[in-house]
C-alpha cells in the first residue's frame, strides 16, 4: 500500500498541470474570426508543406526543429497558442512539448489541416 502510495504521489506532482483544449476547425474560424482574439497559429509542419496551403497568420516551425530548440517560441509562452500539423501526430509531440515546458494556454485542432481542407476553409499559399 505504501508503494502505492508513493507511486501516485510522485505521477501527481510530475505529471504536468496544464490541459490541452481541443478545438474543431469550425471552432476554430470562428475564433480566429473575433477581433479581439489573439492566437499564435503554429504549424509545424515542413516548409513544403506549409507553402502549399496554411491557415492564416500561421508561423511554420517544423516540429524536428523545434522539439530540439524549444527556445524558438520562448516568446508564447503566457500566450494562447494553436499547434497544427497535417493530421495531427507532429502537433501532439510538440504540444506535450510545451505543456512540459510551462505554456499554459495550448490548443490542438481536432483533425488538423486535413479537417481544415475537407471543411473547405480558407488557405493562404506561397
Known amino acids: 500500500m505504501r508503494n502505492t502510495l508513493t507511486l501516485l504521489t510522485l505521477f501527481l ?27 499564435i497559429l503554429l504549424d509545424v509542419r515542413t516548409r513544403e508543406e506549409f507553402n502549399s496551403g496554411r491557415i492564416k497568420n500561421s508561423i ?12 524558438l517560441v520562448a516568446d508564447y509562452k503566457n500566450e494562447k497558442v494553436v499547434v497544427y500539423c497535417r493530421s495531427g501526430k507532429r ?13 499554459r494556454t495550448l490548443i490542438d485542432v481536432d483533425g488538423d489541416m486535413l479537417a481544415w481542407n475537407s471543411a473547405n476553409l480558407p488557405i493562404e499559399k506561397e
Not at 91 to 103: P, T
Open 13 to 39: 506532482f510530475s505529471s504536468n498541470l496544464y490541459a490541452i483544449d481541443l478545438l474543431t476547425v469550425k471552432q476554430l474560424k470562428e475564433e480566429l474570426n473575433q477581433t479581439n482574439q489573439s492566437l
Open 91 to 103: 502537433a501532439k509531440l510538440v504540444l506535450d512539448r510545451l505543456s512540459d515546458e510551462g505554456f
Open 60 to 71: 511554420n516551425i517544423p516540429h524536428d526543429l523545434l522539439l530540439s530548440d524549444i527556445s
